[in-house]
Structures are given as structure tokens and as C-alpha cells.
């Protein structure tokens, strides 16, 4: 599956941004979907994850009450609403097909990142 992810950008200490990742060929419907983010000098971590039916959603403590993951089969999309946008949110988000093991999120693909989308806030 081809992702792409799109909708970043600068923002202010508590602004607003919506990410969406379009696929394209794959198993999109039937795959369990993630966001993962990477700041400088700091690994890729899992940030929102959703299951395949989108009926259930995991997230990262310090995202808790202010993202919000989506995903619409219908069209091949997923999303990301993220308010109340802090400074450490600042890093490159990438979406991925994704599996959960051992109580966290893994990419299923280890080599199909996509171009990931620049999320920079402000203070």
C-alpha cells in the first residue's frame, strides 16, 4: 500500500492542524492504521492508532483529549485532529499500516514510511 501524508504545517502554541493520509492500492479496509511522529534527534514513535473497521482507538498519553484519529474506507483516508497544539508536538508525521505487539504500535512495513508531513508549533 502507497501512503501519503499531507496537512502540516506552522502553527501557534495552541492551534489547530488536521493531517489526512490518502492510500492507494493495498489492503487499506482491511489494515489496522497508525500516525507516527519523529522530532529531531529522537526516534519514531506511535502517536494515534486505529483499527481496521475504525471502531477502536489507541493513544499516546501525552496526546490524550486533544488528537483525534479517524479513518474513512469508503475513501482510502485516515486522519489526524490535533488541537491544542504544543511546542513538543513539533515533528514529522507519518502514517502506516500498523500491528500491535507487546502493548505499543509497530509500523507493519518496516520500509514504507511515505514523505511524512512537517508539523511545526510555535510558542
Known amino acids: 500500500v502507497q501512503l501519503q501524508a499531507s496537512g502540516g504545517g506552522l502553527v501557534q502554541d495552541g492551534g489547530s492542524l488536521r493531517l489526512s493520509c490518502v492510500a492507494s492500492?493495498?489492503?487499506?479496509?482491511?489494515?489496522?492504521m497508525a500516525w507516527f511522529r519523529q522530532a529531531p534527534e529522537k526516534e519514531r514513535t506511535p502517536v494515534a492508532a486505529?483499527?481496521?473497521?475504525?471502531?477502536?482507538?489507541w493513544y499516546v498519553d501525552s496526546v490524550k483529549g486533544r488528537f483525534t484519529i479517524s479513518k474513512d474506507n469508503s475513501k482510502n483516508a485516515m486522519y489526524l485532529q490535533m488541537q491544542s497544539l504544543k511546542p513538543e508536538d513539533t515533528a514529522v508525521y507519518y502514517c502506516?499500516?500498523?500491528?500491535?505487539?507487546?502493548?505499543?504500535?509497530?509500523?507493519?512495513?518496516?520500509?514504507?514510511w511515505g514523505q511524512g508531513t512537517l508539523v511545526t508549533v510555535s510558542s
Open positions: 502506516a499500516a500498523a500491528r500491535w505487539s507487546g502493548g505499543t504500535w509497530y509500523p507493519l512495513f518496516e520500509d514504507n
Open positions: 492500492g493495498g489492503c487499506f479496509t482491511t489494515s489496522h
Open positions: 486505529v483499527t481496521w473497521h475504525g471502531g477502536q482507538t
